[in-house]
RNA sequence: UAGCAAGGGGGCUCUAUCGCUGCAUACUUUUAGUAUGAAGAGGAAAGUCCGAGCAAUAUAGAGCACCGUUCUUUUUAAUUGAAAGAUCUUCGUGAGAGGAUAGUAGCGCAGAAGAAAAUAACCGCCAUUGGCUCAUCAUCGGUGGUAAGGGUGAGAAGGUGGUGUAAGAGACCACCAGCGUAGGUAGUGAUAUCGACGGCUGUGUGCCUAACGGAUUGCAAGACCAUGUAAACCAGUGUUUAAGGGCUGCUCGCCUAAGCUGGAGGGUAGGUUGCUAAAGAGUAGAGGUGACUCUACUAUUAGAUAGAUGAUAGAGAAUCUUUUUUAGAUUACAGGACUCGGCUUAUACCCCUUGCUUUUUU
RNA sequence: GGUCCGUUCGUCUAACGGUUAGGACGCAAGAUUUUCAUUCUUGUAAUAGGGGUUCGAUUCCCCUACGGACUA
């Protein structure tokens, strides 16, 4: 039987307080071309077990002058988000049942040409499953040091 | 037909699926969520070059200083915008386009070049005198007259021709160019034009003068709520002195102690509001050369807050290329952040009106 | 978002609207030295781009581009 996926990203998903921003620039990053990936995994402080995500994107000046641009290129990056973010969710949450995460990821545009939605696709796919590698990792390892 | 000039208008459309933003309604309801509905970026939203609304702070008042504007008239809420004109000037065959222009009573300055950059005598010209010479010419020096000539320069003592003279000179005359004075005519006016009178006549720039205008900071302004708590701050009362402080840079001038009573803040991170109906838009009519004004009618939720308009698929439209009916390519500049008006800059392509030039054809 | 400032040789800088835009370091050539360095001489090279005002702009005015500061 196959879920009815729900594709929506509402504002619940979007990263937007200041200091969880300046902790998410000082840690470990990824590299994929067109993108940098920059994540920050924590333990959860809400009272129900579930896994949250915070998604941010940004397209620097040096990229292009023209706003017009930028903006699209942050859309085509929420979009791919959207539609492909089931690969991440979907397998965190049956692995981690019983544990409370937040995992902020910031997407960041390097290239400095305007790449192809597809291969924005492919490599956003990509990120998507590395992340959940290193999402399960963690986990392992906070279970057995818990216990 | 081609190439141009001026002005004006438009700025790709539709469908399906998955999404984003706030709004309204209904349901569930602790926050909030779900469903449905209708709506959701421009001509420049940009630059921030001007102006205004709005808000806070300051302000007894006056003078000076400082800053801005500057041909005329009209227009606008608006001191730099707009329209219609005036004079001069540059570009263009032309339709046209760009630029400059308050006043000169007084004072200052003008590199290099040039004799001289303004009550001009360096060279030259003329007269006279001294030396040299027997004497004259020539030549050297003194005194005086003289703006006709002198390679420069952005600018050279109004120009041309005569009279006149020792040589010359607006010294005088004729014509021409400008200026001033008091007038006539046309115009609301800048100004144009007409004759009269006056020999009045270099260029640029700054100071200066005149008229008009100007408090400062900006929605991250500010207001409220919650959080939260040092005795700075505010209000009232009150009395003495003016050192110090404040009030626009200065001057005059004005205000201001402590104490007592009452109220409540700063910093940090938030929320609500400010925040979208307006000096608005469209249509029609009237007035005006025009900018614009007046009247009537009509319709009208963009309001985000790391910042909403996207992605995919299909169909059509326009232009271009190849080719002859398909195929391919292209569809600009560019994204609200309190609001409005103007200016400036960017802009594929299409349409309309008026006008100019050249060639060809009829 | 708002308010402002700046742009000069390869680098750091100077300039009253007026001579061929000056100086230091660097670079190149030559001299000195057995050679290198030091030192000396000579040279190279710039007003961000485009208009305007002016007889004449690095300078004054306007537009564009780029860079920077302050402001929660």
Redesign the pocket.
């Known amino acids: 039987m196959e879920k009815i996926r ?7 998903e ?6 969880d ?1 300046a902790a998410l620039f000082k840690d470990e990053h990824i590299f994929t071309f067109p993108f940098k990936v920059v994540y920050n995994i924590t333990d959860n402080d809400s009272e129900q077990n579930c896994v949250k995500i915070k998604v ?3 397209v620097g000046k040096r990229y292009s ?5 930028r ?2 290129i ?3 990056i ?3 988000y ?2 492909n973010k089931h690969l991440l969710i979907e397998p965190l949450e049956e692995i981690a049942v019983n544990k409370k995460i937040t995992i902020n990821i910031g997407f960041i545009y390097i290239s400095k040409k305007e790449e ?3 291969t924005q696709q492919k490599s956003m796919r990509k990120i998507l499953q590395k992340l959940y590698n290193i999402a399960a990792k963690s986990c392992d390892i906070s279970t057995t040091t818990a216990d």
């Open positions: 729900s594709y929506r990203f509402g504002k619940d979007k990263l937007c307080n200041v200091n921003i941010l994107c940004s002058k023209s706003a017009v641009k903006n699209l942050k859309r085509r929420r979009e791919s959207r539609l192809e939605y597809e």
